[in-house]
């Protein structure tokens, strides 16, 4: 029992900085994951990818200007996502173009000046940083703005999920009976920017987009429906978190990769083990109905 | 706004009446094709009000080469119209106009005031890898009536569950759409127009890759829907078919060959002049001028055909 303790309830009973990871990871993993399993359903999880590598300059511009303070990088990661996620987003609605060659090469502007910006004036140890962020340097600031995005996301996602899955499953019939197909589609990638530049701060540009997508492409090997992906996704990003500090703590890793790498266990898990994953397609075909 | 001289207008009109005034004798008789054989030539007025959708001077296209060309005319309320034609004669494009997916590149659809539209589209872009069980998919046809945020009520599901029964589909509301066959998809998308309760209905080549029972079955459907007093509009590829089922037919080759009365406007020499159009676009062709159209007027539609808003002359609801 004291050694259960010690292990699991300790670390955060003990200390200050692992309650708040924990409670900005869970809250992270509340809005990101279900936003991560619509980008993965709409094909769009290298998207995810590209867009926090957009961010970076607008975060580097804050950084540039102010240091390391948790607002200005915030804004200014927020600006750069719009911008490209608007940018990439018009070109392929109104040009000939796919969305993910727009994105790519929007993001790829956008990663080169971002990483200009951050050679002009800080050191690597600086760009590591802003590229891997610190769950454990998390502070009450952060955690509120964190707090907003989530109650944004959820809000947000709540008003417009009908929209959402209309959009996903038939964009074509949505625009013959409404016109909210395109607000729509700039509304989910306003949420993916917001997500992850949440994420950031925690896990950084790059492991951000991971605790969006590792979750929501595990619960695929799970379940049909929309809804139940969701509810699993965000229950896999809060084991993940929760596995991830633990590790990060009793092993003394850098807990961004460690949340990340959790989700990636659970993630080979389900294709090996999951309802619709390997194991279990194997075993259904020895055996079949009558009809 | 859009304002056409009155005199142009009267000039562009007058011969498409006589013409229609041909059909407004089937607006009675639902399904019973001979009583559509008599012509009846009625007041303009009463055409009118009895239009569900006025094309005028209509002309849609991709680039700058136009797929239907300077389209005028109507589509009475309650008719059931077969349109048929050649690949690339425009059908499909003038269900896109009709729907308002596409834009017109000069001229308008006029939709009657109040008038929904049901879409199924030939190129449907279902998603079927969605996760997503028939009874999500048939349901998105309760939009027109809950909207995005309205709350579906136990009628809805039984609605619902109705119209997959009137497709013959009872009992697959918990089945994934991915293992769905083609024919159930489609029957799957038919309930969705059903629960859709639109006036009118537009249904883009509905019987590809459907078996011979299937087409029975959404013909029956489709004669309810046309005993109900909707419009219904109908590319079909086959003849027999449109012979059998309905009463008028649009021939198109990206203009009207002929219009009207199945019977006369799928004659030997009609279906000729169809056969010769010629499909493909010339890189080349001569511009075409509007011979004093107002075509910026099409401008002023390109927006707001959900409203099916009216304009000096355009129909108004009985």
């Known amino acids: ?3 259960l303790y010690s292990l699991f309830i300790a670390p955060f009973a003990d200390f200050g900085f692992m309650q708040r990871a924990l409670i900005g990871s869970l809250m992270l993993s509340l809005g990101a994951c279900p936003v991560g399993v619509f980008l993965m359903l709409r094909r769009m999880s290298l998207s995810g990818d590209a867009m926090a590598h957009a961010i970076l300059p607008g975060a580097a511009a804050g950084f540039l200007f102010y240091g390391l303070e948790i607002l200005p990088m915030t804004i200014g990661g927020l600006i750069a996502g719009i911008i490209v996620a608007l ?7 109104f040009t000939i173009q796919r969305e993910d060659a727009s994105m790519a090469a929007f993001y790829l502007i956008s990663l080169a000046i971002g990483v200009l910006m951050v050679s002009i004036r800080g050191s690597s140890v600086d760009l590591m940083h802003v590229l891997f962020g610190t769950v454990l340097a998390l502070n009450n600031e952060a955690l509120a703005l964190i707090g907003g995005i989530v109650a944004v996301t959820l809000v947000s996602l709540a008003i417009f999920w009908r929209a959402l ?6 964009p074509l019939f949505l625009r013959s009976v409404s016109r909210l197909g395109s607000p729509v589609h700039f509304i989910f990638l306003g949420l993916v920017v917001l997500n992850l530049v949440g994420g950031f701060q925690a896990l950084g540009t790059l492991l951000s987009v991971g605790l969006m997508m590792l979750p929501a492409a595990a619960a695929r090997f799970w379940t049909a429906r929309v809804e139940p992906m969701c509810v699993l996704a965000v229950l896999i990003g809060f084991a993940s978190c929760i596995a991830g500090l633990l590790l990060s703590y009793h092993a003394s890793l850098p807990s961004g990769p460690a949340i990340i790498l959790s989700a990636g266990v659970v993630y080979f898990a389900s294709i090996l083990f999951g309802t619709r994953g390997v194991l279990r397609a194997r075993i ?3 055996r079949h109905r009558t009809a | 706004m859009g304002a056409k001289p009155t005199e142009h207008d009267e000039l562009t009109w007058a011969p498409q009446f006589r013409r229609i005034g041909l059909l407004t004798n089937v607006i009675t008789s639902h399904i019973d094709l001979a009583a559509c054989s008599s012509a009846d030539f009625r007041a303009t007025d009463r055409l009118m009000t009895n239009a569900c959708l006025t ?3 209509l002309t849609l296209g991709y680039g700058s080469h136009p797929a239907i060309h300077h389209l005028d005319g109507t589509i009475r309320r309650g008719s059931l119209t077969a349109v048929v034609g050649a690949n690339g004669s425009g059908k499909s494009t003038l269900m896109k106009g009709i729907v308002g997916v596409l834009k017109p590149m000069a001229g308008s659809v006029i939709r009657a005031p109040g008038v929904h539209a049901a879409y199924l589209p030939q190129q449907s872009e279902l998603d079927r890898s969605f996760p997503a069980r028939v009874v999500d998919l048939v349901s998105l046809g309760l939009w ?8 579906y009520t136990k009628e809805d599901r039984e609605s619902v569950s109705q119209a997959l029964m009137a497709v013959g589909l009872g009992g697959f509301e918990k089945r994934p759409i991915d293992t769905l066959s083609g024919g159930q998809l489609q029957r799957t998308l038919f309930a969705r127009v059903l629960l859709q309760d639109a006036d009118l209905i537009l249904l883009d080549e509905p019987f590809n890759a459907v078996d011979a029972k299937t087409v029975g079955d959404l013909i029956a459907l489709i004669k309810r829907w046309h005993g109900e007093e909707r419009t219904i509009m109908v ?8 012979r059998q089922n309905f009463p008028e037919t ?3 080759a990206r203009q009207p060959v002929a219009w009207g009365e199945t019977k006369e406007t799928l004659r030997p020499e009609n279906l000729l002049r169809a056969r010769r159009f010629h499909e493909a676009w010339e890189e080349n062709a001569p511009w075409c001028e509007p011979e004093g159209h107002d075509h910026g007027q099409g401008h002023d539609h390109a927006h707001g055909h959900d409203h099916g808003h009216h304009h000096g002359s355009g129909p108004r609801a009985a």
Do not use: I, N, T
Not at chain 1, 87 to 93: E, I, L, M, T
Not at chain 1, 165 to 170: K, P, Y
């Open chain 1, 1 to 3: 029992m004291d050694l």
């Open chain 1, 87 to 93: 940018g990439a987003g018009a070109v392929s609605r």
């Open chain 1, 165 to 170: 899955v209309a959009e996903c499953l038939d």
């Open chain 1, 284 to 286: 259904v075909h020895h």
């Open chain 2, 55 to 57: 094309f005028r001077d």
């Open chain 2, 144 to 151: 027109p009536k809950r909207g995005m945020l309205g709350r």
């Open chain 2, 235 to 242: 590319v079909v590829h086959d003849l027999d078919l449109v």
């Open chain 2, 250 to 252: 649009l021939l198109l």
